[in-house]
């Protein structure tokens, strides 16, 4: 993240959220606050990413419900709630929606901190992850539709002789796409091939 990551603060208690402001900031945290589910939403699409802290009893669309709109939109930023009135069937769902954290007031500075820096530091790897998928996502399409079915034998550890077999090729034309794939793939090794459509998770589908 940035030297000074972004904590958007979405607090109908004005006083509450000044304060959480004024200590995230000690902290070195940049801080935008909001005090209802629709003033963020109205300036969601043109908001630099960072952490929400999110109060779940809000006025209008409550928490549990902007949560459910931003996991619609397949919005990545990490998300903590922070609510006076907890219980554990709320911290569950909250978790099970994809929550990094779900805060009881009065929070103690250290919990929200350590919550705040583990949800940048989870969002890091995740971001990784994600763009790792992508380029996984981009190579795969670039294969033609042969180098394709080629793919899917190769990974089920099928030899050249075999895929010739089933597609009725000649065997010199499988390792010709064979070698296309890898090089298309950025695979050095069969394995670092089967690595990757694990990731993609193609080796369930073709199993």
Known sequence: ?????LVHIIEDDAFLSKALSRLLGAAGYRTLVYGTANDFLTQL????????????????????????QL???????????????????????????????FLTKPVQKDALLNAIAHAFDQFQIDD?????????????GSLTVREKEVFDLLILGLLNKQIAYQLGNAERTVKAHRHSVMEKMCANSLAELVLMATELGLLDKTS
């Open 1 to 5: 993240m940035s030297e000074k990551a």
């Open 45 to 68: 699409a043109t908001l630099e990413s960072g952490c929400i802290l999110l109060d779940m009893n809000l006025p209008g669309i409550n928490g549990m419900e902007l949560h459910a």
């Open 71 to 101: 996991r619609m939109q397949a919005n990545r930023m990490p998300l903590i709630y922070l609510t006076g009135e907890g219980s554990i069937a709320l911290s569950v769902q909250a978790i099970k929606n994809g929550a990094e954290d």
């Open 128 to 140: 990784l992850q994600h763009h790792r998928q992508q380029e996984l996502k981009r190579r795969l």
